[in-house]
């Protein structure tokens, strides 16, 4: 079992070690070892950690991070990212209790959000679906290369800080939204 807390500055190095971990079949897949969860540095990661309105979290089991997602705020909107689960916790239902958690605490912030966004890889089914699931619908794709084409979806909010989609207990897939 895991539970999901705020992420802290000292968790820095597992969290990067963890999205590292968890990208590189993403890589693999683009065949572009060069996407940004992968190089994205250490003191990246730290210095969002320091900010005192960072969300981040992470779920943790026993002593070990098993999963990450951050989220922030632009304007009316949320924005989930980086949601990386370790390959060898994926389908336990952690991605999912972290988006879901991530939307909570969004909305707990910020109870006027009109929507959540997220982008995923558009060869990522699994995660799209896991996306789908929460209540996102796709908006657009977006060409970054000629091997990589992003999939932007949005979840609209009801206006009671909610979205209309309750979380299921299926333990879809781990996903992985890049921001």
């Known amino acids: 079992m895991f539970d999901i807390h705020q992420a802290v500055p000292a968790d820095a190095g597992e969290i990067l070690t ?3 971990a968890a990208f590189v079949d993403e890589a693999q897949a683009y065949g572009d070892p060069f996407i940004l969860p992968l190089t994205e540095g250490l003191s990246r990661i730290e210095k969002l950690l320091a900010q005192e309105d960072a969300l981040l979290l992470k779920a943790v089991e026993g002593h070990r991070i098993v999963g990450v ?4 705020v632009t304007g009316t909107t949320g924005v989930v990212g980086r949601l990386a689960v370790a390959p060898d916790r994926r389908r336990r239902g952690i991605a999912r209790a972290l988006l879901v ?3 909570e605490e969004l909305l707990r912030r910020r109870p006027d959000l009109a929507a959540l966004t997220l982008f995923t890889g558009a060869q ?10 929460q209540g996102y619908t796709e908006t657009h794709r977006e060409r970054l290369a000629d091997h990589l084409v992003m999939v932007h979806m949005r979840k609209e909010l009801d206006g009671s800080g909610a979205g209309g989609t309750e979380p299921d207990a299926s333990g879809a897939a781990a996903g992985s939204a890049q921001v």
């Open 18 to 20: 963890l999205q590292r």
């Open 69 to 72: 997602g951050r989220a922030s």
């Open 101 to 103: 958690r991530l939307e």
């Open 124 to 133: 990522s089914a699994d995660n799209q679906r896991l996306y789908r699931a």
